[in-house]
């Protein structure tokens, strides 16, 4: 098709972590997860089919990436699913609207709007499971940045994945607030596709973890629609604590926390302690993500003059 597909897509915040695939190849995650996409940050992505190019184009953020860029190599090798003769290539413009002091992942938003974009592109009208799917095929994260608001991402069982995908949970929240701290943009990172592995294959901690994700995943979702905020922040911290300590303990060590990322962490508990309700939640890099209600926003902007406020229902 001439036509010129677009989509766009927000990143997503795990309250309950994605970490561990049962299959690579298709993206089929160890465990079921729950998240919370972040409104206006994201991914707008515009392809076109075009039968007279030699080789796909991607351009990011205005900048025409090299064939052999590890960004463009993966992203050709998921367009792979969807060429319609081996020798058709796409060209592929894509802008992130995440400020990149953010300090959030991409590839999430990323694939959602690629998959939203070839759905416009094909004309093929996909309902939003389907979509779901496809992003999943892309990222495993990228399943639940098909939706708004609260998004479980549901494990699956079968060898072939169709029951792997991510659905919302009808239950917005309008207090509900996301900061996003930032500590270091320059730290040097273990992609979390390479992480993930290392830690299933390497830590003995790892067989615990499967099973407690699943029960957070469940409380999280009743904490959510109860509007427990002290469970859901328990839970959120506590499961992605859980998490880091599997990655921890695997060999060689993965650890994502600079010395500034517990300093903060120390700060969270202290004000906590004080009597302000805010969690944290971390993935895999250096920087914090805290969970508050909106009537404690101030007190904690005063603790980090730096977060920047997010409400994703706001
Ligand atoms: C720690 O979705 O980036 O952010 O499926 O290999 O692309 P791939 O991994 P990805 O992993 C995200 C890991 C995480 C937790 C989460 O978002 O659930």
Not at 36 to 50: E, F, M, R, V
Not at 95 to 119: D, I, Q
Not at 251 to 258: D, E, F, H, R
Request: proline share 5%.
């Amino acid at each position: 098709p001439k036509k010129i597909g677009q989509g766009a897509a927000d990143v997503n915040i795990a309250l309950s972590k994605y970490w561990g695939k049962r299959q690579v190849e298709l993206n089929l995650p160890t465990n079921s997860s729950l998240s919370i996409s972040l409104p206006g940050l994201g991914t707008h992505t515009k392809i076109q089919a075009d039968k007279t190019l030699q080789h796909d184009c991607v351009c990011l953020n205005g900048k025409r990436l090299k064939q052999d860029d590890p960004f463009a190599m993966r992203l050709s090798k998921f367009l792979d699913f969807f060429r319609e003769t081996p020798n058709t290539f796409f060209d592929i413009h894509t802008e992130n609207t995440v400020p990149t002091a953010a300090g959030l992942a991409s590839s999430a938003s990323g694939y959602a709007a690629l998959v939203l974009a070839l759905n416009d592109c094909f004309d093929w009208q996909l309902p939003k499971k389907e979509l779901s799917l496809l992003a999943r095929l892309g990222s495993g994260s990228a399943s639940r940045s098909i939706y708004d608001g609260f998004v479980i991402w549901h494990k699956g069982q079968t060898e072939n994945g169709l029951d792997s995908f991510a659905e919302p949970i009808d239950a917005p929240w309008s207090e509900f607030c996301i900061g996003l701290l930032e500590i270091d943009l320059k730290a040097k990172k273990v992609a979390s596709t390479t992480g993930m592995q290392q830690t299933v294959n390497h830590c003995e901690l790892y067989q615990a973890w499967p099973k407690k994700a699943e029960q957070d995943v469940q409380a999280i979702q009743q904490a959510i629609l109860q509007q427990d905020f002290s469970e859901l922040g328990a839970l959120a911290e506590n499961n992605a604590l859980s998490m880091h300590a599997t990655m921890i303990a695997t060999w060689p060590p993965i650890l994502y926390w600079q010395p500034e990322s517990v300093e903060a962490m120390h700060m969270v508990w202290a004000l906590r302690e004080s009597g302000v309700e805010v969690y944290f939640t971390m993935d895999a890099g250096p920087n914090l993500k805290l969970m508050f209600l909106q009537k404690d926003a101030e007190r904690i902007q005063q603790a980090f003059p730096a977060l920047k406020l997010i409400r994703p229902f706001g």
